[in-house]
DNA sequence: ATTATTGTATTAGGTACTTAATACAGTAGT
DNA sequence: ACTACTGTATTAAGTACCTAATACAATAAT
């Protein structure tokens, strides 16, 4: 499906990106998962590779796994919650390191994003 | 001096911090670079990571090397200038397309951002 | 019972990054 | 001339990640 950057492990970005979906409920909770397999064919990496991304989530919580019929996306909501709050806030405070280190200005920055985000919308 | 992570190439890492420091006039306009070695002892990195970093920067015409006598920071103000300006886009689009992906809309974000850049002032 | 599919584990090989230990050519300062 | 410093190059070793190719135990469907 996608295609991953080179500069960083692709496991990692795997988790990141079903993290992102989880977070959005693009995967429901409590929804099944595509098999190791699957996702692997869909992503194009190896099976390793996804069942390294899997079983970290589901070391953090955010998966729970039935050995011999798939993987669940977890049903606890405020956990679910919790994670969207969290991927913002990183995000938001990411973007607020960068930018003071680059020393923009507040306002010139707040100008930035509002620019950029009023541009994307449909 | 620094730590860095180890999710990214140490070299990048390296070459995104002396980025930010020519963009933000740490490293002056023409300024002289510690020696390889030097800033391997700073970074507490081998010289050839080093080595490798500050040589990509040359290829994207940032320093200049003096094979026996040092390396310089360009003294090209627009490309500084095109340098500061882009890594502001970079971080602001990248911000942008993470805030949208998690489905935060606009009004949130700003305000998001903008309580943690008053917060951080001093 | 048999078959297909699940997650999981193992072994091996390749690549990229990092470190370590040197070495060399050129120049500035003495 | 000598010394001390530059950038640069090379060789070897270790580690992390990724891939490939299997294999196994357990279950659902038939």
Sequence with gaps: ????????????QIMALIKRQIATAQLRPGGQLGSVRELAMNYQVNPNT???????????????????????VTDDLSMIEAL??????EATSRYVDEVNELN???????????????????
Excluded at 1 to 12: A, E, G, K, N, R
């Design 1 to 12: 499906m996608d295609q991953f950057q080179s500069t960083q492990p692709i496991y990692l």
């Design 50 to 72: 996804v069942q390294r991304a899997l079983s970290e989530l589901e070391r953090e919580g955010l998966l729970k796994s039935d050995r011999t019929v798939g993987r669940y």
């Design 84 to 89: 969207h709050r969290s991927l913002f806030l």
């Design 104 to 122: 923009v200005s507040a306002d010139e920055a707040i100008k930035a994003v509002r620019i950029q985000l009023k541009g994307e919308n449909t």
